[in-house]
């Protein structure tokens, strides 16, 4: 891998993690469709990293509240209901399906899930999906409304992130909406929720960084660093976006992008995998 494509996919990285319009799938397709070798799951899964750090520093004050607040509800029983205490619970427990999943599908993820075909028709698939249940479901609820259910069913989601083209924001977004969170609160969990999946992952399969025929030390950090400083823009740009405008813009990017890479794998412009 050149500098020139770490900090390339480090921006991109940056730029797609928290937007509903899945990461690991842009991965996919800009190294296809600029004629660079598929960087593979071991390299999209460690630079994630850098955006989960943007999440840590941008939440910060959230995070640290969150683990305080659950570390001493073990031994205060008095603070097992406040927001901070049942908030640390969900992101555990919600972080479960990821992981069992992650685990008995790694050689599917890491191989067949990466065929151009199943990227191009999940980012049509759920792009549809994210617009309509953002269309037709109220804004009710905020965070402090989440439930242990509605922690789990955002997990359950998450795990279908697994999948490139999917998208694990809009994945957990559409979840939210679905259980009818607010836009914002929403994302705010999404998230939130984000931190262990992603940390864990990147932690997993960076044993496989500086393999032979795997990504290199040099490059993928060029390409952490590169996502951490767009991701935390992404956020804050996001989380204001939301307040005021709908999923059209982003389910309408996915279809017509969708729609491309269909385009070109079938016409045989572009290999499948």
């Keep these: 891998?050149?500098?020139?494509?770490?900090?390339?996919?480090?921006?991109?990285?940056?730029?797609?993690?928290?937007?509903?319009?899945?990461?690991?799938?842009?991965?996919?397709?800009?190294?296809?469709?600029?004629?660079?070798?598929?960087?593979g799951a071991a390299?999209?899964?460690?630079?994630?990293?850098?955006?989960?750090?943007?999440?840590?520093?941008?939440?910060?004050?959230?995070?640290?509240?969150?683990?305080?607040?659950?570390?001493?509800?073990?031994?205060?029983p008095q603070l097992r209901g406040t927001l901070e205490t049942r908030l640390g619970w969900y992101i555990i427990l919600g972080s479960v399906p990821i992981a069992v999943f992650g685990v008995l599908f790694a050689d599917q993820i890491e191989t067949g899930a990466r065929d151009l075909r199943i990227v191009g028709?999940?980012?049509?698939?759920?792009?549809?999906?994210?617009?309509?249940?953002?269309r037709v479901t109220p804004q009710r609820k905020d965070v402090r409304d989440l439930t242990l259910r509605d922690g789990l069913l955002y997990g359950l989601a998450q795990a279908l992130a697994l999948v490139p083209g999917v998208s694990r924001s809009g994945a957990t977004i559409t979840a939210g909406r679905l259980l009818q969170y607010d836009r914002a609160a929403a994302a705010r969990f999404s998230f939130l929720l984000s931190v262990p999946a992603v940390v864990g992952s990147g932690l997993y399969e960076m044993r496989h960084v500086g393999d032979a025929g795997g990504p290199q030390w040099a490059p993928t950090l060029v390409a952490t660093v590169a996502a951490f400083v767009v991701g935390y823009a992404s956020i804050a740009w996001l989380l204001r976006y939301l307040v005021r405008h709908g999923m059209l813009v982003f389910a309408v990017y996915r279809v017509l992008l969708g729609a491309l890479v269909l385009a070109l794998v079938y016409s045989g412009v572009v290999a499948a995998t």
């Design 1 to 39: 891998m050149t500098w020139l494509e770490a900090v390339v996919l480090g921006v991109v990285q940056g730029l797609t993690e928290f937007l509903p319009i899945s990461s690991s799938g842009h991965l996919r397709i800009v190294p296809a469709l600029l004629g660079w070798p598929d960087p």
């Design 121 to 134: 028709w999940l980012l049509v698939l759920f792009g549809l999906v994210l617009y309509a249940v953002d």
């Design 43 to 76: 390299f999209t899964a460690v630079v994630q990293l850098g955006t989960m750090v943007a999440v840590v520093v941008y939440f910060a004050r959230d995070l640290w509240q969150i683990a305080w607040s659950w570390v001493r509800s073990l031994f205060r």
